[in-house]
């Protein structure tokens, strides 16, 4: 049975750091591309940042040098690793594998998981 269960999230204040992970079972994550996307309250979902099967990564510009993606294969297990964190970072955030990053992008095909609330708030 394929699962991708998110944990981690909550209420953090401006400046505070956070730690997302989505643990997979019924796949292997490490021939995957895998993503973090967000969700804020009346905006579309976007990308927070994306790593290929090979490693490399992509992130969008407001978080660059601020949140990490990372996976653990021992664990089949992903990461997102935020810091600095600010008001405009509140979302649901959202675990993707995907065969390729273009499913990645689509959502054509690939794992998804249920999203996790994250509250930057003072």
């Known amino acids: 049975q394929v699962q991708f269960v998110e944990s981690g999230g909550g209420l953090v204040q401006p400046g505070g750091s956070l730690r997302l992970s989505c643990a997979a079972s019924?796949?292997?994550?490490?021939?995957?591309?895998i993503g973090w996307f967000r969700q804020a309250p009346g905006k579309e979902r976007e990308v927070v940042n994306c790593?290929?099967?090979?490693?490399?990564?992509f992130e969008q510009d407001s978080v660059k040098g601020r949140f990490n993606i990372s996976r653990d294969n021992a664990e089949n297990t992903m990461y997102l690793h935020m810091s600095s964190l600010k008001p405009e970072d509140t979302a649901v955030y959202y675990c993707?594998?995907?065969?390729?990053?273009?499913?990645?992008?689509?959502?054509?095909?690939?794992?998804w998981g249920q999203g996790i609330q994250v509250t930057i708030s003072s």
């Open positions: 019924g796949f292997s994550l490490d021939v995957y591309a």
């Open positions: 993707g594998a995907a065969p390729d990053v273009n499913n990645l992008f689509t959502r054509r095909q690939g794992h």
């Open positions: 790593m290929t099967s090979e490693g490399r990564t």
